[in-house]
């Protein structure tokens, strides 16, 4: 008896089972002496079904819960601010644009470039590659007013390499933008 309760089992006349545990020994269950009881504390134990379900169910539902993340973090994306009611027209491809925007790093919020630093709107056409793919990407479908937060990932942004001194490689970027002025352009790019 001794022995069992040491190992966390607990005796009765009947049957001996592991304290604190809902799994089944793999032995019939009487137990009539000490040697008895010694010889149950030998025999494999075993848990239910369910509970060795339930822990991979648990375990796989943690592993896509990592994969989703991953992933969210390598898409752009796209808050709107400041919607417009009354909008006529909407950026498309080939459009050029008048942006003032305040560009941060994610990690650490630090700004890296501002227009409204300077006073001045950042023009552009959209859809030609003047400007990294999360910008390209991010401000389609814009009205005259409107305001956006764009998460951008690495693979959208600079990459590896990052951009002079203030934007390291890999990093994640932050633009609050705002969408001044739309000039239609070629639209047919």
């Known amino acids: 008896r001794i022995a069992a309760q040491e ?41 239910p079904r369910e509970q060795k ?29 400041k919607k417009v009611e009354n909008c006529d027209q909407k950026s498309k491809k080939g ?3 008048h942006m003032h925007y305040t560009g941060t790093l994610k990690s650490n919020g630090k700004k890296f470039d501002s227009s409204r630093d300077r006073g001045e709107p950042f023009t552009f056409t959209i859809g030609t590659g003047q400007v990294i793919k999360g910008w390209d990407q991010g401000l389609l479908n814009m009205c005259e007013g409107e305001q956006r937060k764009l998460v951008i990932p690495p693979s959208l942004g600079y990459g590896d390499r990052g951009a002079g001194n203030d934007i ?11 969408l001044v002025k739309i000039e239609r352009g070629n639209n047919d790019l």
Do not use: C, H, W
């Open 7 to 47: 190992q966390g089992y607990k005796l009765n006349e009947y049957s001996i089972q592991k304290v604190g545990s809902t799994g089944t020994l793999s032995k019939p269950l009487p137990v009539t002496s000490e040697r008895d009881s010694f010889d149950y504390l030998q025999m494999d134990y075993k848990e």
């Open 168 to 178: 390291p490689g890999g990093a994640t970027l932050v633009f609050e933008v705002e």
């Open 53 to 81: 379900m339930s822990k991979y169910l648990i375990f796989i539902a943690l592993l896509l819960m990592i994969i989703v993340t991953t992933f969210a973090e390598d898409k752009l994306q796209i808050g709107i601010k």
């Open 95 to 97: 459009d050029k644009l």
